[in-house]
Protein backbone atom coordinates (compact mmCIF):
# COMPACT_ATOMS: atom_id res chain seq x y z
CA UNK A 1 0.00 0.00 0.00
CA UNK A 2 0.96 3.52 -0.77
CA UNK A 3 2.50 5.47 2.39
CA UNK A 4 1.61 9.21 2.63
CA UNK A 5 4.31 10.28 1.71
CA UNK A 6 4.72 8.36 -1.77
CA UNK A 7 3.63 10.18 -4.79
CA UNK A 8 -0.11 9.57 -6.26
CA UNK A 9 0.49 8.26 -9.33
CA UNK A 10 3.49 7.67 -11.47
CA UNK A 11 3.20 8.51 -15.26
CA UNK A 12 6.09 7.47 -17.99
CA UNK A 13 5.87 9.59 -21.05
CA UNK A 14 7.75 7.44 -23.86
CA UNK A 15 7.20 4.10 -22.52
CA UNK A 16 9.47 1.96 -24.71
CA UNK A 17 12.28 -0.36 -24.01
CA UNK A 18 13.47 1.50 -20.72
CA UNK A 19 10.15 3.30 -19.74
CA UNK A 20 8.42 -0.35 -19.66
CA UNK A 21 10.70 -1.90 -17.73
CA UNK A 22 10.18 0.70 -14.98
CA UNK A 23 6.67 1.33 -15.26
CA UNK A 24 6.51 -2.28 -14.80
CA UNK A 25 8.71 -2.61 -11.54
CA UNK A 26 6.79 0.36 -10.15
CA UNK A 27 3.41 -1.28 -10.51
CA UNK A 28 4.15 -3.33 -7.71
CA UNK A 29 3.23 -0.40 -5.49
CA UNK A 30 1.89 2.42 -7.30
CA UNK A 31 -0.80 3.19 -10.09
CA UNK A 32 1.07 3.72 -13.15
CA UNK A 33 -0.11 4.92 -16.84
CA UNK A 34 2.26 3.91 -19.36
CA UNK A 35 2.04 6.89 -22.21
CA UNK A 36 3.76 4.99 -25.55
CA UNK A 37 2.82 3.81 -29.04
CA UNK A 38 0.29 2.67 -30.50
CA UNK A 39 1.01 -0.98 -31.00
CA UNK A 40 2.25 -1.09 -27.54
CA UNK A 41 -0.50 0.20 -25.88
CA UNK A 42 -2.68 -1.82 -27.76
CA UNK A 43 -0.57 -4.87 -26.60
CA UNK A 44 -0.69 -4.17 -22.87
CA UNK A 45 -4.23 -3.21 -22.97
CA UNK A 46 -4.98 -6.76 -24.41
CA UNK A 47 -2.83 -9.06 -22.11
CA UNK A 48 -1.08 -6.88 -20.08
CA UNK A 49 3.02 -6.16 -20.02
CA UNK A 50 4.94 -9.16 -20.44
CA UNK A 51 8.60 -8.48 -19.13
CA UNK A 52 11.31 -11.59 -19.28
CA UNK A 53 15.10 -12.16 -18.25
CA UNK A 54 16.06 -10.34 -15.82
CA UNK A 55 13.00 -9.60 -14.41
CA UNK A 56 10.04 -11.77 -15.02
CA UNK A 57 6.23 -11.61 -15.32
CA UNK A 58 3.00 -10.27 -16.05
CA UNK A 59 2.23 -6.70 -15.07
CA UNK A 60 -0.91 -5.07 -15.83
CA UNK A 61 -0.08 -1.51 -16.00
CA UNK A 62 -2.97 1.30 -17.65
CA UNK A 63 -1.35 2.39 -20.98
CA UNK A 64 -2.51 5.14 -23.39
CA UNK A 65 -0.88 6.85 -26.14
CA UNK A 66 -1.35 10.56 -25.08
CA UNK A 67 -1.99 12.22 -21.81
CA UNK A 68 -5.05 13.87 -20.65
CA UNK A 69 -4.84 14.56 -17.10
CA UNK A 70 -1.99 14.69 -13.64
CA UNK A 71 -3.99 14.03 -10.68
CA UNK A 72 -1.85 15.35 -7.52
CA UNK A 73 1.10 14.64 -6.65
CA UNK A 74 2.35 12.85 -9.49
CA UNK A 75 6.26 11.32 -10.53
CA UNK A 76 6.42 12.47 -14.27
CA UNK A 77 9.12 10.21 -15.86
CA UNK A 78 10.24 11.00 -19.28
CA UNK A 79 11.86 8.64 -21.71
CA UNK A 80 10.82 9.94 -24.60
CA UNK A 81 13.66 10.35 -27.35
CA UNK A 82 16.26 13.57 -26.60
CA UNK A 83 15.04 14.98 -30.26
CA UNK A 84 11.50 14.69 -28.66
CA UNK A 85 11.52 16.12 -25.39
CA UNK A 86 10.74 20.06 -25.89
CA UNK A 87 7.96 19.53 -27.86
CA UNK A 88 6.73 16.19 -25.78
CA UNK A 89 7.23 18.71 -22.94
CA UNK A 90 5.70 21.68 -24.43
CA UNK A 91 2.61 19.85 -25.29
CA UNK A 92 1.89 18.48 -21.61
CA UNK A 93 2.66 22.37 -20.22
CA UNK A 94 -0.94 23.05 -19.88
CA UNK A 95 -1.70 20.30 -17.63
CA UNK A 96 1.50 19.88 -15.62
CA UNK A 97 0.52 20.45 -11.89
CA UNK A 98 3.14 22.74 -9.52
CA UNK A 99 3.19 19.48 -7.44
CA UNK A 100 4.21 17.74 -10.06
CA UNK A 101 8.22 16.23 -9.90
CA UNK A 102 9.74 15.17 -12.69
CA UNK A 103 12.13 12.54 -13.65
CA UNK A 104 14.14 13.10 -17.33
CA UNK A 105 15.36 9.38 -17.69
CA UNK A 106 17.62 10.04 -20.75
CA UNK A 107 20.35 10.14 -23.05
CA UNK A 108 22.21 13.88 -23.67
CA UNK A 109 23.09 16.36 -21.98
CA UNK A 110 21.25 19.47 -20.16
CA UNK A 111 17.85 17.45 -21.29
CA UNK A 112 16.68 19.00 -17.58
CA UNK A 113 17.79 22.80 -18.44
CA UNK A 114 15.21 22.14 -21.46
CA UNK A 115 12.73 21.09 -19.35
CA UNK A 116 13.50 23.72 -16.69
CA UNK A 117 13.22 26.56 -19.62
CA UNK A 118 9.82 25.58 -20.34
CA UNK A 119 7.62 24.97 -17.22
CA UNK A 120 6.88 26.64 -14.09
CA UNK A 121 10.25 27.03 -11.39
CA UNK A 122 7.64 25.50 -8.77
CA UNK A 123 7.93 22.01 -10.64
CA UNK A 124 10.65 19.69 -9.33
CA UNK A 125 12.77 18.45 -11.99
CA UNK A 126 15.15 15.72 -11.51
CA UNK A 127 17.74 14.58 -13.79
CA UNK A 128 18.22 10.91 -13.21
CA UNK A 129 20.88 7.85 -15.01
CA UNK A 130 20.05 4.25 -15.75
CA UNK A 131 22.28 1.60 -16.62
CA UNK A 132 19.34 -0.77 -17.24
CA UNK A 133 20.03 -3.11 -20.51
CA UNK A 134 16.42 -4.07 -22.13
CA UNK A 135 15.26 -4.52 -25.63
CA UNK A 136 11.54 -4.84 -26.66
CA UNK A 137 8.93 -4.90 -28.62
CA UNK A 138 5.12 -3.94 -28.38
CA UNK A 139 3.49 -5.37 -25.20
CA UNK A 140 7.10 -7.43 -24.45
CA UNK A 141 10.76 -6.10 -22.86
CA UNK A 142 13.27 -8.32 -22.04
CA UNK A 143 15.96 -7.16 -19.35
CA UNK A 144 18.71 -7.98 -20.10
CA UNK A 145 20.78 -6.20 -17.55
CA UNK A 146 18.84 -4.71 -14.27
CA UNK A 147 21.02 -2.00 -13.33
CA UNK A 148 21.18 0.75 -11.30
CA UNK A 149 19.81 4.21 -11.19
CA UNK A 150 21.51 7.23 -10.05
CA UNK A 151 19.57 10.65 -8.73
CA UNK A 152 20.99 13.47 -7.17
CA UNK A 153 20.91 14.10 -3.53
CA UNK A 154 18.18 16.03 -2.92
CA UNK A 155 14.73 15.86 -1.08
CA UNK A 156 13.19 15.06 -4.57
CA UNK A 157 16.13 12.44 -4.89
CA UNK A 158 15.73 11.54 -1.81
CA UNK A 159 11.94 10.48 -2.50
CA UNK A 160 12.33 9.24 -6.31
CA UNK A 161 15.23 6.86 -4.72
CA UNK A 162 12.57 5.84 -1.39
CA UNK A 163 10.10 5.18 -4.25
CA UNK A 164 12.14 3.11 -6.77
CA UNK A 165 13.77 0.76 -3.74
CA UNK A 166 10.32 0.18 -2.56
CA UNK A 167 9.71 -1.34 -5.97
CA UNK A 168 12.91 -3.33 -5.92
CA UNK A 169 15.07 -0.84 -8.44
CA UNK A 170 18.48 -0.53 -7.19
CA UNK A 171 19.22 3.13 -7.33
CA UNK A 172 22.22 5.25 -5.51
CA UNK A 173 22.37 9.15 -4.66
CA UNK A 174 25.21 10.80 -5.72
CA UNK A 175 26.72 14.03 -4.72
CA UNK A 176 28.40 14.71 -8.26
CA UNK A 177 25.37 14.08 -10.55
CA UNK A 178 27.53 16.01 -13.37
CA UNK A 179 30.22 13.82 -13.20
CA UNK A 180 27.61 11.15 -13.40
CA UNK A 181 25.96 12.20 -16.11
CA UNK A 182 29.69 13.25 -18.16
CA UNK A 183 30.39 9.37 -16.96
CA UNK A 184 27.49 7.51 -18.12
CA UNK A 185 27.10 9.54 -21.43
CA UNK A 186 30.50 8.81 -22.56
CA UNK A 187 29.76 5.01 -22.32
CA UNK A 188 27.03 5.80 -24.04
CA UNK A 189 28.89 7.88 -26.86
CA UNK A 190 31.16 5.00 -27.59
CA UNK A 191 28.98 1.64 -27.05
CA UNK A 192 25.87 2.91 -28.40
CA UNK A 193 27.15 4.19 -31.99
CA UNK A 194 29.35 1.45 -32.00
CA UNK A 195 26.94 -1.18 -31.60
CA UNK A 196 24.66 0.84 -33.93
CA UNK A 197 26.96 0.71 -36.65
CA UNK A 198 28.37 -2.46 -36.70
CA UNK A 199 24.57 -3.74 -35.82
CA UNK A 200 25.58 -6.01 -32.98
CA UNK A 201 25.43 -6.64 -29.33
CA UNK A 202 26.39 -3.88 -26.72
CA UNK A 203 29.20 -6.59 -25.18
CA UNK A 204 30.43 -7.42 -28.74
CA UNK A 205 31.84 -3.42 -28.85
CA UNK A 206 34.52 -4.65 -26.12
CA UNK A 207 36.22 -7.08 -28.66
CA UNK A 208 39.97 -6.00 -29.18
CA UNK A 209 39.95 -4.85 -32.33
CA UNK A 210 37.87 -1.87 -31.52
CA UNK A 211 40.18 -0.72 -28.58
CA UNK A 212 42.15 2.09 -30.51
CA UNK A 213 38.55 3.26 -31.53
CA UNK A 214 37.26 2.71 -28.00
CA UNK A 215 39.66 4.85 -26.65
CA UNK A 216 39.58 7.63 -28.93
CA UNK A 217 36.10 8.32 -28.59
CA UNK A 218 36.15 8.35 -24.47
CA UNK A 219 39.28 10.26 -24.55
CA UNK A 220 37.75 13.14 -26.94
CA UNK A 221 35.07 13.24 -24.20
CA UNK A 222 37.19 13.15 -21.40
CA UNK A 223 39.06 16.35 -22.89
CA UNK A 224 35.94 18.07 -23.48
CA UNK A 225 34.05 17.09 -20.46
CA UNK A 226 37.26 18.67 -18.94
CA UNK A 227 36.61 21.86 -20.96
CA UNK A 228 33.10 22.15 -19.39
CA UNK A 229 34.57 21.87 -15.84
CA UNK A 230 34.01 18.34 -15.39
CA UNK A 231 36.89 16.06 -14.36
CA UNK A 232 36.57 11.94 -15.44
CA UNK A 233 39.39 9.27 -14.58
CA UNK A 234 41.70 8.06 -17.27
CA UNK A 235 40.92 4.61 -16.25
CA UNK A 236 37.42 5.92 -17.65
CA UNK A 237 37.88 3.62 -21.19
CA UNK A 238 38.67 0.48 -19.43
CA UNK A 239 35.87 1.00 -17.06
CA UNK A 240 33.55 0.96 -20.47
CA UNK A 241 35.29 -1.59 -21.87
CA UNK A 242 34.59 -3.99 -18.72
CA UNK A 243 31.06 -2.73 -18.86
CA UNK A 244 30.59 -3.32 -22.44
CA UNK A 245 30.91 -7.21 -21.82
CA UNK A 246 28.16 -7.57 -19.27
CA UNK A 247 25.56 -5.84 -21.53
CA UNK A 248 23.75 -8.20 -24.16
CA UNK A 249 21.35 -6.31 -25.45
CA UNK A 250 20.89 -3.73 -28.60
CA UNK A 251 21.75 -0.50 -27.58
CA UNK A 252 19.06 1.47 -27.94
CA UNK A 253 20.56 3.30 -30.97
CA UNK A 254 21.32 -0.09 -32.41
CA UNK A 255 17.49 -0.66 -32.19
CA UNK A 256 16.44 2.16 -33.72
CA UNK A 257 18.96 1.13 -36.82
CA UNK A 258 17.51 -1.61 -37.23
CA UNK A 259 13.68 -0.20 -37.26
CA UNK A 260 14.86 2.52 -40.01
CA UNK A 261 14.25 4.93 -36.90
CA UNK A 262 15.93 8.54 -36.43
CA UNK A 263 18.53 7.86 -33.61
CA UNK A 264 19.54 10.41 -30.55
CA UNK A 265 22.92 10.74 -32.18
CA UNK A 266 22.93 14.79 -32.15
CA UNK A 267 22.57 14.28 -28.88
CA UNK A 268 25.41 11.95 -28.08
CA UNK A 269 28.63 12.45 -30.03
CA UNK A 270 27.51 15.16 -32.10
CA UNK A 271 26.71 17.26 -28.51
CA UNK A 272 30.19 15.86 -27.82
CA UNK A 273 31.58 17.55 -31.57
CA UNK A 274 29.35 21.09 -30.78
CA UNK A 275 31.08 21.78 -26.99
CA UNK A 276 34.92 20.23 -28.85
CA UNK A 277 34.17 23.46 -31.56
CA UNK A 278 32.92 25.44 -28.44
CA UNK A 279 36.03 25.23 -26.77
CA UNK A 280 38.31 24.81 -29.51
CA UNK A 281 39.43 20.87 -28.44
CA UNK A 282 39.83 18.30 -31.51
CA UNK A 283 36.62 15.81 -31.59
CA UNK A 284 37.65 13.78 -34.78
CA UNK A 285 36.89 10.35 -33.65
CA UNK A 286 33.50 11.67 -32.51
CA UNK A 287 32.99 13.67 -35.77
CA UNK A 288 33.30 10.28 -37.70
CA UNK A 289 31.35 8.77 -35.32
CA UNK A 290 28.29 11.22 -35.82
CA UNK A 291 28.86 11.10 -39.40
CA UNK A 292 28.57 7.61 -39.90
CA UNK A 293 25.48 7.34 -38.09
CA UNK A 294 23.38 10.05 -39.72
CA UNK A 295 24.31 8.36 -43.36
CA UNK A 296 22.60 5.01 -41.96
CA UNK A 297 19.94 7.25 -40.32
CA UNK A 298 19.42 7.62 -44.28
CA UNK A 299 19.54 4.25 -45.54
CA UNK A 300 16.37 3.56 -47.59
Not at 26 to 43: D, K, Y
Not at 67 to 91: G, M, N, R, W
Not at 136 to 156: D, I, M, N
Request: glycine share 8%.
Amino acid sequence: MARSEDFGNIIVLGAGAIGSYYGALLSRRFSVLLVGREAHVAAIRKRGLLVSGAVEGTFHVEAATELATFPESSLFIITVKAYDLKEAVKATQSIIRDDTTILVLQNGLGNEVIVKSILSPSVQVVRGLTSAGVDYAPGRTSVKLAGETVLPRSPAGERIRDAFVSCGLETRLTDRIDNEVWRKLTMNYVINPLSAILRVPDRDVAADPLRALREGIAAECIAVAAAEGVTLEPTLPAEITKAAVGYTNLSSMCQDILRGSKTEIGFLNGRVVELGRLHRVATPFNEAITGLIRFMEGEK
